[in-house]
T-cell receptor, first 113, second 112 residues
């Protein structure tokens, strides 16, 4: 069964460092998303991406965040200068055209020290 | 603004017993409603979704949910729980864009 894959599964970084989280969405999917879950809190929407541009973003997704689809398969989330409060599980998701299912990856845990 | 409340943080149920997880939502228009399950170390798996039509929705793993507009609820049920149903369950509400708002989750423990 096709699945969304995310790397790394866990990353530890120092405050102020840049981090790139990678995702490989399901191959025929057209819509891509990043969500995050801070420990003990709700899963929160960050950004959606379609046709090589951001279609919607939350207030969390400030100038420190960016997304990119550098080639035909990867979808990345970059945090330019990490803060302690960026520590969270980051989930990538993708879905096909139409009202299909949103498929989530297993998440990348980011720990900022 | 859209939001979801899951009143029960933790539920313990005996194997073979029925399960009901509560979900109340706030949304300005006709909502898209979802239930996801997350097992330890796993991603979020869709159990079922409601967009329109029949208010009783069937999902995977024997789960069903009922949309009640008058109560702003979308409760999840399973008639007979298996030990493998132990997990965390999330209700979510959103729009066609799939900008979803999740509840805080309900952890289900299944005792033998």
């Amino acid at each position: 069964e096709p699945e969304v894959t995310q790397t790394p599964s866990h990353q530890v970084t120092q405050m102020g460092q840049e981090v790139i989280l990678r995702c490989v969405p399901i191959s025929n999917h057209l819509y891509f998303y990043w969500y995050r879950q801070i420990l003990g809190q709700k899963v929160e929407f960050l950004v959606s991406f379609y046709n090589n541009e951001i279609s919607e973003k939350s207030e969390i997704f400030d100038d420190q965040f960016s997304v990119e689809r550098p080639d035909g398969s990867n979808f990345t989330l970059k945090i330019r200068s990490t803060k302690l409060e960026d520590s969270a599980m980051y989930f990538c998701a993708s879905r096909p055209l139409g009202t299909g299912e949103l498929f989530f990856g297993e998440g990348s845990r980011l720990t900022v020290l | 603004a859209q939001s979801v409340t899951q009143p029960d943080i933790h539920i313990t149920v005996s194997e073979g017993a029925s399960l009901e997880l509560r979900c109340n939502y706030s949304y300005g228009a006709t909502p898209y409603l979802f239930w996801y399950v997350q097992s330890p170390g796993q991603g979020l798996q869709l159990l079922l979704k409601y967009f329109s039509g029949d208010t009783l929705v069937q999902g995977i793993k024997g789960f069903e949910a009922e949309f009640k507009r008058s109560q702003s609820s979308f409760n999840l049920r399973k008639p007979s729980v298996h030990w493998s149903d132990a997990a965390e369950y999330f209700c979510a509400v959103g729009s066609m864009s799939y900008k979803l708002s999740f509840g805080a989750g309900t952890t289900v423990t299944v005792r033998a």
